[in-house]
């Protein structure tokens, strides 16, 4: 076992394995390979894959295999989600990324990064400090959506008394 890997009560993995599209020779087999390869040295048993040919950048109502997993989750039909890499598993943003590790989490399935080893919930302390910093950064990003939701409120309140200011200098008849 690799040093600081925690080993689950038990041991099922998941993996699941992503590709935006076929049509351009695009294909998970690369990522499956070493995924397999790794549960194998570590003594996760491979139980299920759940491979996407679809956008990372939609939601779980367009990708059926991303559903699909969400659905086993909760039944405990695996304790470890393995994927390649975070953006093969969502490019939603910060607070839906959050939210889907979250989910996982809630149902004991433990979550890991095969490229980004800081990327594991399976040890408690790294997966609360790791929610937290997400859930911050969630926070920040939800912030900056507020600020600039207002700057472009703002905007339009300005475009629209000049516009009305124009409109009443030509009624009244002054340029």
Request: aromatic share 8%; hydrophobic share 40%.
């Amino acid at each position: 076992m690799a040093e600081g890997v925690a080993k689950l009560p038990s041991n099922r993995a998941a993996i699941y394995a992503r590709v935006s599209t076929e049509d351009k020779g695009q294909t998970p087999d690369n990522q499956l390979l070493q995924l397999r390869t790794w549960c194998e040295r570590m003594g996760y048993p491979v139980v299920r894959e759940y491979v996407e040919h679809e956008n990372g950048g939609k939601g779980v109502e367009y990708r059926k295999q991303l559903a699909a997993m969400f659905a086993a989750a909760p039944r405990r039909e695996f304790d470890l989600l393995l994927v390649w890499s975070l953006d093969r598993f969502s490019r939603e943003g910060m607070a839906t990324t959050v939210g889907y590790l979250q989910r996982l989490t809630s149902h004991g399935v433990a979550f890991r990064s095969f490229t980004e080893e800081h990327l594991s919930t399976e040890n408690e302390l790294v997966r609360n400090i790791l929610l937290a910093t997400l859930a911050s950064l969630a926070k920040l990003g939800r912030e900056k959506i507020s600020q600039r939701t207002k700057l472009a409120s703002k905007a339009r309140a300005q475009r629209a008394r000049s516009w009305a200011d124009r409109n009443l200098a030509m009624v009244i008849g002054i340029s």
